[in-house]
C-alpha cells in the first residue's frame, strides 16, 4: 500500500468510524474501536465492540469480495457479547498485496490474526467464503472454535451460477448499474439494496489491486475439492442457515450438511445470499437459540 493511499483509506475510515459508532454502539455498556493491525506484515483493518459484562468473543468473517460493513445491519443485536469484525486481507479497507491468494494464506492470516488480538476458543460465524474458510480453519485446528455459524457457505455449489457471475463481473467493471444488478440478484426481489451499499462497493474494487485479490481468490476457492467430503468431520456444534431464495449458492448445497450429528441446519424464507441483511431481527433470533442452547 502505498503512502498516499495509505492516507487516503485512513481518512475515509476515520469518517465511516463515526457513522459507525453513532449507528451502533448506543448504550454505555459498549466500546467500539476500528483499527489497523499487522498481520503478515500488512496492514488489516478490524472493527471491535467490546462489552463490558461479557466473556464471550464472536468473530465475524464476509464474504468474497465484501467489507466488515456488511455485518452493519445485525451488529445491534449482538449485545451480549464482544464482537471482531476484519476486513480479510485482500478484501474491505485492509491492504491488498499483489500477491496469491490461497487457501494456506488465509489461514495463515486467522493465525496471526487471533494471537495478536488474543482470541481464544471464539465463536465464529462466516458468509459465503467466509463460511468456507471458517470450515477450511477448523479442519487444520479442531479445537479452536467452540462454536461455529455458517451463512450459506462457499466450498459445495458445482458451478457458478448466474448470481455468482454477474457479482463478478461486478467486480471487475464496478459500474453502478452492474452492482446493482448483482446486489438485487443476489437479494430477495423483496429486499431494497441500500444505495450506501452500493456506492461503497463500488469505492472499495475500484481500490489498487482490488481486482487482483478477488480473482485470485475465486481461483483459490474453485481448485478446493476435498471440502464436501471432509464435513462429516464437524465434532463441533455447528449451526448451518441457508436463505430459501439463494440465487447465489443455491440452497439444495444445504442437503451436504444435513444428517452430521453435530449441524443443525436452518433455511430462511424470503432471504437470499445474505439473510443477516435481509432479515437481521429473525436471523439473530435463530442464532441466539444456538449459541445460548
Not at 487457501?103 to 465464529?124: G, H, Y
Not at 489491486?209 to 474453485?222: D, G, M, P
Not at 439444495?252 to 435481509?278: L, Q
Request: overall charge positive; glycine content about 4%.
Amino acid at each position: 500500500m502505498d503512502i498516499d493511499h495509505k492516507i487516503l483509506v485512513y481518512f475515509i475510515l476515520s469518517i465511516n468510524k463515526i457513522i459507525i459508532t453513532m449507528g451502533l454502539v448506543s448504550d454505555r455498556q459498549r466500546n467500539e474501536t476500528m483499527d489497523f493491525i499487522k498481520i503478515l506484515g500488512y496492514n488489516i483493518r478490524y472493527i471491535k465492540i467490546d462489552q463490558v459484562k461479557s466473556n464471550e468473543t464472536i468473530i465475524l468473517l464476509h464474504g468474497i469480495g465484501a467489507s466488515a460493513e456488511r455485518w452493519s445491519e445485525l451488529v445491534p443485536f449482538l449485545y451480549n457479547c464482544n464482537i471482531i469484525i476484519p476486513d480479510i486481507i485482500g478484501f474491505g479497507y485492509s491492504e491488498k498485496p499483489r500477491i496469491e491468494y490461497n487457501i494456506d494464506l488465509f489461514v495463515k492470516f486467522l493465525d496471526e490474526l487471533f494471537l495478536k488480538l488474543e482470541i481464544k476458543n471464539p465463536i465464529i460465524m462466516g458468509s459465503s467464503f467466509g463460511g468456507q474458510l471458517i470450515l477450511e480453519y477448523y479442519f487444520r485446528h479442531k479445537d479452536f472454535f467452540k462454536k461455529m455459524i455458517l451463512v450459506s457457505p462457499a466450498g459445495t455449489q458445482e458451478r457458478p451460477t448466474l448470481a455468482l457471475r454477474q457479482y463478478t463481473y461486478s467486480c471487475l467493471y464496478p459500474t453502478r448499474e452492474n452492482t446493482e444488478r448483482a446486489f438485487k440478484m443476489m437479494s430477495h426481489f423483496n429486499h431494497t439494496v441500500k444505495d450506501s451499499m452500493i456506492k461503497d462497493f463500488i469505492n472499495r474494487m475500484k481500490q489498487p489491486n482490488a481486482k487482483h485479490s478477488f480473482v485470485s481468490t475465486l481461483l483459490a476457492l474453485r481448485k478446493n475439492s476435498d471440502l464436501q467430503d471432509n464435513l462429516r468431520e464437524i465434532k463441533i456444534p455447528t449451526l448451518v442457515i441457508w436463505g430459501k431464495e439463494d440465487n447465489t449458492i443455491p440452497v439444495e448445497n444445504i442437503e451436504y450438511f444435513r444428517g452430521i450429528p453435530f449441524v443443525k441446519t436452518c433455511i430462511m424464507s424470503d432471504c437470499g445470499h445474505v439473510p443477516f441483511v435481509e432479515k437481521p431481527l429473525e436471523f439473530y433470533k435463530i442464532v441466539k437459540e444456538f449459541i445460548d442452547s
